[in-house]
């Protein structure tokens, strides 16, 4: 059975803006969450990404360990892409392009499972927005493998984090279905033990 990546949240800041960022263990990043918003300062954000954070069981020196192991990662990534495109002034060839959008298809991917992850975790919060994006992520993955020329291993890639998301979003379907069941059965319940009692009077 394929271990869970583990992943830990972090403050950055985006221009002028302090936000939350993701890092996945051993994957270039940190990452945006963009659902999370923008906040005041960054002492705001690094205080809502603890939280986030405490919430993974995650200790704030592990969490550091996650994130500053993410950004050697991008730091590699980045100095790969500059020695694709050679030291000596060369233009960044197809094969760099394709590289780019495997790695930009892969980092929707985890960000939309962490979507979903927070939807199981706390169903009554706000989930439309999370969803939608989770969704539009599966269908933008599909797309990049069904209309770009990827390499058969890519291709694996990208297809075994679409498997994962669409499993995700069919068990967030289920646990909405039986909330609803259980809900229902709530309110004949109640309606029952109304009716019992006022046959009783």
Same mark, same amino acid.
């Given at each position: 059975?394929?271990?869970?990546?583990?992943?830990?949240?972090?403050?950055?800041?985006?221009?002028?803006?302090?936000?939350?960022?993701?890092?996945?263990?051993?994957?270039?990043?940190?990452?945006?969450?963009?659902?999370?918003?923008?906040?005041?300062?960054?002492?705001?954000?690094?205080?809502?990404?603890?939280?986030?954070?405490?919430?993974?069981?995650?200790?704030?020196?592990?969490?550091?360990?996650?994130?500053?192991?993410?950004?050697?990662?991008?730091?590699?990534?980045?100095?790969?892409?500059?020695?694709?495109?050679?030291?000596?002034?060369?233009?960044?060839?197809?094969?760099?392009?394709?590289?780019l959008r495997v790695?930009?298809?892969?980092?929707?991917? +985890? @960000? #939309?499972l962490t979507?979903?992850? !927070?939807? $199981?975790?706390?169903?009554? &919060?706000?989930? *439309?927005? /999370?969803?939608?994006?989770?969704?539009?992520?599966?269908?933008?993955?599909?797309?990049?493998?069904?209309?770009? +020329? @990827? #390499?058969?291993?890519?291709?694996? !890639?990208? $297809?075994?984090?679409?498997? &994962?998301?669409? *499993?995700? /979003?069919?068990?967030?379907?289920?646990?909405?279905?039986?909330?609803?069941?259980?809900?229902?059965?709530?309110?004949?319940?109640?309606?029952?033990?109304?009716?019992?009692?006022?046959?009783?009077?």
């Open positions: 059975m394929q271990e869970e990546e583990r992943f830990a949240f972090t403050a950055k800041y985006w221009g002028q803006h302090a936000v939350v960022c993701r890092a996945v263990e051993d994957r270039p990043g940190p990452i945006v969450v963009q659902e999370f918003g923008e906040f005041d300062s960054w002492t705001q954000a690094n205080s809502f990404a603890r939280r986030l954070n405490e919430g993974l069981d995650l200790d704030p020196i592990e969490a550091n360990r996650i994130v500053t192991c993410s950004e050697l990662r991008t730091n590699e990534l980045m100095q790969t892409i500059e020695c694709m495109e050679g030291v000596l002034g060369r233009p960044r060839t197809r094969s760099t392009d394709k590289f790695q930009c298809a892969i980092a929707e991917l +985890e @960000l #939309a979507f979903c992850r !927070l939807v $199981t975790r706390n169903p009554e &919060r706000g989930t *439309e927005r /999370l969803l939608r994006n989770a969704r539009r992520a599966l269908f933008n993955a599909m797309h990049s493998v069904l209309h770009s +020329e @990827l #390499a058969e291993a890519d291709v694996e !890639l990208i $297809t075994d984090r679409m498997g &994962r998301l669409a *499993e995700a /979003l069919r068990e967030i379907c289920r646990q909405a279905h039986d909330r609803e069941v259980t809900a229902g059965e709530a309110k004949v319940d109640s309606l029952a033990r109304r009716l019992d009692a006022e046959a009783c009077c």
